[in-house]
T-cell receptor, first 114, second 113 residues
Framework: AQSVTQPDIHITVSEGASLELRCNYSYGATPYLFWYVQSPGQGLQLLLKYFSGDTLVQGIKGFEAEFKRSQSSFNLRKPSVHWSDAAEYFC????????????FGSGTRLLVRP | DAGITQSPRHKVTETGTPVTLRCHQTENHRYMYWYRQDPGHGLRLIHYSYGVKDTDKGEVSDGYSVSRSKTEDFLLTLESATSSQTSVYFCATGEDYSNQPQHFGDGTRLSIL
């Protein structure tokens, strides 16, 4: 079955520290991969996406993610976290066809210590 | 942002009543989506549209219907609301060849008593 797992429900980091949020997926073929961020009371914002090519993808707000096919992972990273990064982060996978069926992980809530 | 407006933003209603949520976009995006967000489930696709009058079901479509008579509007209707449909509903739009949502509205919090 197709699925997305974000193993960490909550993560707390200190401001200025590095961040890595984990995402593992189970999928029958190479999918499209996405990371979204959701601030409280708001909708999701697309941070970055991977379709093909270079497996290290740069996104907005200084985030990057690396697609590792052998590990079925698409982890999100940021070298130095800012207090404004506190939010919930969702990984998602979608098919490389037109079926529009994006599957979301259950999210990781990031807390930032001053 | 993509100019997505959801209305209403909050609604409380009773079991058995019909409810319609509206999504309005100003960016002329072809693809539109309705999701529901529940704790521990991330977002789940209810219905989507790939053009005017072109819609299809997502993974949790039972009890919901949609209509898209204009590019800019995508309506979600709960035909007879149940308590299990209490949720936060998000509309999204997409524009590129990936056919996936890239812009989200701020959500509608729906409580069914």
């Amino acid at each position: 079955a197709q699925s997305v797992t974000q193993p960490d429900i909550h993560i707390t980091v200190s401001e200025g520290a590095s961040l890595e949020l984990r995402c593992n997926y189970s999928y029958g073929a190479t999918p499209y991969l996405f990371w979204y961020v959701q601030s409280p009371g708001q909708g999701l914002q697309l941070l970055l996406k991977y379709f093909s090519g270079d497996t290290l993808v740069q996104g907005i707000k200084g985030f990057e993610a690396e697609f590792k096919r052998s590990q079925s992972s698409f982890n999100l990273r940021k070298p130095s976290v800012h207090w404004s990064d506190a939010a919930e982060y969702f990984c998602a996978v979608g098919p490389m066809d037109s079926s529009y069926k994006l599957i979301f992980g259950s999210g990781t809530r990031l807390l930032v210590r001053p | 942002d993509a100019g997505i407006t959801q209305s209403p933003r909050h609604k409380v209603t009773e079991t058995g009543t019909p409810v319609t949520l509206r999504c309005h976009q100003t960016e002329n995006h072809r693809y539109m989506y309705w999701y529901r967000q529940d704790p521990g489930h991330g977002l789940r696709l209810i219905h989507y549209s790939y053009g005017v009058k072109d819609t299809d079901k997502g993974e949790v479509s039972d009890g919901y219907s949609v209509s898209r008579s204009k590019t800019e509007d995508f309506l979600l209707t709960l035909e007879s609301a149940t308590s299990s449909q209490t949720s936060v509903y998000f509309c999204a739009t997409g524009e590129d060849y990936s056919n996936q949502p890239q812009h989200f509205g701020d959500g509608t919090r729906l409580s069914i008593l």
